[in-house]
Every structure is written in C-alpha cells, then in structure tokens.
C-alpha cells in the first residue's frame, strides 16, 4: 500500500526530484495526524476510570489502520507544494 510510481503515468513526472524529497511529507503529514489524535486524546483527558486506555487504545488502532492514507495524502500534499502544474504530454 505504500507503494509509489517513479514516475507521473499522466505526464512522466519523476516523483522523487531529489534524494530524501519525501522527507518534506512528513511535515505535511503531521498536521493531518494531529486533527486525527486530538479528538481521542480530548477524550481520554474528559474519560473517567479504565475508559482513559479505552481511548488510547481505540487511537492506537485508528493510527495503524489509517497509516497508509496518511502517508499518502502528505506526500501529494507535499509534491503539490514543490512542483508547478505541468501539462501532460
């Protein structure tokens, strides 16, 4: 799932413009994991009892299942901030 072409197959964009380029994404990944957490960590403040690790662990497993799409969207985040429209060939 994580996974990528090298290049663009519309228009032959090489993904990767320099070495570490993608270190860039993790940046623009981070604020999308943050609006993921803050909701079960406001929770688990608000949780009375055993309920607080109810709540870090239901996080944990939201984390893990949506991995994949995070790390995805903050790589076309990221390459839509770096690269100009380029018209397809």
Avoid: D
Avoid at 51 to 64: D, G, Q, S
């Amino acid at each position: 799932m994580l996974q990528m072409h090298e290049n663009c197959p519309n228009c032959g964009l090489k993904y990767e413009l320099e070495p570490g380029f993608w270190l860039g994404a993790l940046w623009t990944s981070y604020p999308i994991v943050v609006a993921i957490e803050l909701p079960f960590l406001f929770l688990a403040i608000l949780a009375e009892g055993n309920m607080v690790w109810l709540w870090f662990a239901l996080m944990i497993i939201f984390m893990a299942i949506g991995y994949p799409v995070m790390t995805r969207l903050g790589r076309s985040a990221w390459i839509h901030l770096n690269v100009r429209k380029i018209k397809p060939l």
